[in-house]
T-cell receptor, first 114, second 109 residues
Framework: DTAVSQTPKYLVTQMGNDKSIKCEQNLGHDTMYWYKQDSKKFLKIMFSYNNKELIINETVPNRFSPKSPDKAHLNLHINSLELGDSAVYFC?????????????FGPGTRLTVL | GQNIDQPTEMTATEGAIVQINCTYQTSGFNGLFWYQQHAGEAPTFLSYNVLDGLEEKGRFSSFLSRSKGYSYLLLKELQMKDSASYLCAVLDSNYQLIWGAGTKLIIKP
């Protein structure tokens, strides 16, 4: 069974549309994350959720909103998509602190905004 | 500010040894991670160091010096499949993971 799964794997859409990316982890982890990896391959943290509570919100436009129905799921909703949103979005999860903070990544969602 | 520095790209020969360095300046330290990321795939965990010294795991070893804010990842007996990006990440005092930009390693036959 896949530990961290994301859907869809590829998403192509027009500017101005609203889209969602889903993430699920079956590891029983307490913390989940969303990352954006741009064309330069730099991983940038967007959000972190611990037991359904937002604990990090970096300088991300409010068009991006994380939604966590339970601690196994963290979905990313994006409103009014822009060309600059094209990137690969990775979901990840970790258990706790120290070495248990090893993050396990989902396969990524390649978003292309036309 | 918090900063992680790694070389952007390195090239090595199949069968050889390569050392990828990482220096960091962070607010506090609770450990350093190395991840491997193949093109088009998700990062995968390689190692975790929180105490000074060398941790060996098969062909890969990771070294940490907290006083110098320095780590390296050592890859031995390089194989073509080791061509990937290697990401250094530090867990700061708030247990937030600060990521480096990654080092792209190119292996030549």
């Amino acid at each position: 069974d896949t530990a961290v799964s994301q859907t869809p794997k590829y998403l192509v859409t027009q500017m101005g549309n609203d889209k969602s990316i889903k993430c699920e982890q079956n590891l029983g982890h307490d913390t989940m994350y969303w990352y954006k990896q741009d064309s330069k391959k730099f991983l940038k943290i967007m959000f972190s959720y611990n037991n359904k509570e937002l604990i990090i919100n970096e300088t991300v436009p409010n068009r991006f909103s994380p939604k966590s129905p339970d601690k196994a799921h963290l979905n990313l909703h994006i409103n009014s998509l822009e060309l600059g949103d094209s990137a690969v979005y990775f979901c990840a999860s970790s258990q706790g602190q120290g070495d248990t903070d090893t993050q396990y990544f989902g396969p990524g969602t390649r978003l292309t905004v036309l | 500010g918090q900063n992680i520095d790694q070389p952007t790209e390195m090239t090595a020969t199949e069968g050889a040894i390569v050392q990828i360095n990482c220096t960091y300046q962070t607010s506090g330290f609770n450990g350093l991670f190395w991840y491997q990321q193949h093109a088009g795939e998700a990062p995968t965990f390689l190692s975790y160091n929180v105490l000074d010294g060398l941790e060996e795991k098969g062909r890969f070893s990771s070294f940490l010096s907290r006083s110098k804010g320095y780590s390296y990842l050592l890859l031995k007996e390089l194989q073509m499949k080791d061509s990937a990006s290697y990401l250094c990440a530090v867990l700061d005092s708030n247990y937030q993971l600060i990521w480096g930009a990654g080092t792209k390693l190119i292996i030549k036959p």
